[in-house]
């Protein structure tokens, strides 16, 4: 039989290695490893260095590390600096995000690995389908220019 009541990891409380959890969580120390959860709080003063993954998370403290979940709420003092992979997100005003984020209608299925696979590839295929530059002002400015008549106007038709 499982229990209802939330795991709670205190401020005073530093974890180094994962956490793994079907219920719900509340963390507020620091844990320096993955956490996975049900359901996951992140409190303000709580950090966590590594992955996080569960169905709904609420960050208001600091994730270095990439987070995946189908509910996803950042709140005004979340600090995230990896990529976010969601069903759904909701951002306060004053979050911090630095990283990828996409949309995902399974994120808990996908691997962490074709996030950054995903993202390096799309960018030589974006390159690849892109037309040539044009040539650079050097080779523009040595280029010969035809001389242009004197009172003509450029819009005039020719009969």
Do not use: W
Not at 16 to 32: F, K, R
Not at 55 to 83: F, H, K, N, P, Y
């Amino acid at each position: 039989m499982k229990s209802k009541a939330p795991s709670i990891l205190s401020a005073d409380l530093t974890i180094t290695g994962s956490i793994s959890s079907e219920g719900e969580v509340q963390l507020d120390g620091i844990v320096e490893g993955d956490v996975r959860a049900g359901s996951l709080s992140i409190g303000e003063e709580a950090t966590v260095k590594g992955e996080v993954v569960a169905e709904s998370v609420v960050v208001r403290g600091r994730v270095e590390g990439s987070v995946r979940a189908r509910q996803v709420q950042l709140a005004a003092t979340a600090r995230i600096e990896g990529d976010i992979i969601h069903a759904t997100l909701a951002v306060e005003s004053g979050a911090y995000f630095d990283g990828h984020c996409r949309r995902s209608s399974d994120p808990l299925s996908d691997k962490k690995s074709a996030t950054s696979d995903s993202i390096s590839q799309d960018k030589p295929k974006a390159a690849a389908s892109m037309p040539p530059a044009p040539p650079s002002s050097a080779s523009a400015a040595s280029a010969p220019r035809p001389a242009a008549a004197a009172n003509s106007d450029p819009f005039a038709s020719k009969a």
